[in-house]
């Protein structure tokens, strides 16, 4: 019996261990990852990236140093990252949440002196993390209901409706508008065109701040390094979790100099926030997905997926109601009797993990080192239940 707090709905087996995109469990059952840990394990299982900087920094002897000590990779991360997205400075933290957070004080401490502004915009469906402020910017009524007293002056605007946000905008009051360019958690949804030019367009003529929030879609899950980088948008704040650290708990707040400018010494910080185990391993996984080729092939993957589950859907019309998803970062949207606990739960026995998404959505979120015949043998696992289902 364990003594878990139930706040998950635990598997009912026990994973041992992990090879490329495979996970074992303690009776030697495989499974097929298309959750990755939930879009973290981007190298997936056993990689000998991994292994090979983890050998290297236990030569060091250090697990732990503190912020203000400097190290190599703190600083060779830090740059990276900064020529990578908005040339600005990056605070280093362990999760999502803390990543958002950080955004929301640094914007706070920026409105302060621009105008006083304090109204935030997130958006409908939009999902950032379970603490106190990232909670307050999240969507979800459930996670936020009974908890006390969250931030206030935030509006929500409906994810793709430009007249919707056009409308909650204050040209004085709004401070920043915080935005997943694919949602996740709200069942993959993709921001267009449009809406994304809007965006650009209002927050430069009324000095809005944009928090790009690319905890689940950075890091080349859409086939661009961040997923911004599909509308032409340079954010002033970028948050990044996740596959950060492909499977090690790092994060970063990337904010511009125009808001770096505003925070002052000792206004945040963390513990653990750029720990020299987590930089290496992030920097030389950065490195290695920066790559054209590797962007390009996730691409490629993303459409092949997207295109063999149409067919599915094409197939099944009567249980699939849409395919949704860019690059690696894709859903499956059944019909309403079709509940995605049940569903993910056939998909286990049949050896294969996917994240079931609100009620009847599934996320698939492979590592990107997923080759095309373990994307067809997932199809063949989806195929084998739909076609239960169609008995
Ligand atoms: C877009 C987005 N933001 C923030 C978070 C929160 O990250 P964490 O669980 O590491 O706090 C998540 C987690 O799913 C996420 O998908």
């Known amino acids: 019996m364990n003594k878990l707090l139930k706040i998950y709905n635990f598997s009912n087996f026990k994973i041992k261990k992990g090879q490329g995109v495979f996970l074992f469990d303690d009776k030697n059952k495989k499974y097929l990852d298309f959750s990755a840990g ?21 030569k060091t002897g250090i697990l732990h140093l503190s912020g203000s000590q400097l190290h190599k990779y703190k600083i060779l991360l830090s740059s990276l990252l900064s020529n990578l997205t908005n040339k600005g400075n990056i605070y280093f933290c362990n999760s999502g949440t803390e990543s958002v957070e950080a955004a929301l004080k640094f914007s706070k401490l920026w409105g302060n002196i621009n105008n006083n502004k304090s109204e935030i915009i997130s958006m409908q469906r939009g999902f950032h993390g379970r603490t106190y402020g990232s909670l307050s910017v999240g969507s979800n009524k459930y996670y936020k209901t009974g908890v006390g007293r969250i931030l206030s002056n935030i509006k929500f605007c409906q994810f793709n409706n430009s007249e919707h946000l056009s409308k909650l905008i204050h040209p004085k009051k709004t401070l920043a508008i915080i935005i997943e360019f694919i949602q996740g958690d709200g069942g993959i949804y993709v921001c267009n065109k449009d809406f994304a030019k809007t965006i650009k367009k209002i927050c430069k003529k009324y000095n809005i701040l944009l928090i790009a929030d690319e905890i689940q879609s950075g890091m080349g899950r859409t086939g661009k390094l961040f997923s911004y980088e599909h509308f032409g948008i340079k954010p002033d704040i970028i948050t990044l979790a996740k596959s950060l650290g492909g499977g090690y708990p ?26 020299m185990m987590q930089t290496r391993l992030a920097y030389n996984i950065l490195k290695f997905i920066n790559k054209k080729i590797f962007l ?3 691409t490629k993957k993303g459409i092949y997926f997207y295109n063999k589950l149409n067919l599915l859907k094409n197939k099944y019309p009567n249980i699939i109601k849409e395919i949704r998803g860019s690059g690696l970062m894709l859903a499956i949207e059944f019909k309403k009797n079709y509940k995605a606990k049940k569903i993910t739960n056939l998909f286990l026995k049949n050896g294969l993990i996917i994240t079931a998404v609100g009620n009847n959505s599934v996320r698939i979120t492979p590592p990107l080192i997923i080759k095309k015949n373990e994307i067809d043998l997932g199809i063949k696992k989806i195929k084998s239940v739909l076609d239960y289902y169609n008995k």
């Not at 790092?250 to 653990?272: D, Q």
């Open 250 to 275: 790092v994060a970063a707040t990337i904010v511009n100099n125009k808001v770096s400018k505003s925070i002052k010494l000792g206004k945040h910080g963390s513990t653990f926030g750029g720990g």
């Open 38 to 58: 939930i879009a973290v394990n981007t190298l997936g299982y056993n990689h000998p990236l991994i292994k090979k900087v983890l050998k290297e920094q236990l």
């Open 296 to 298: 390009k092939d996730v």
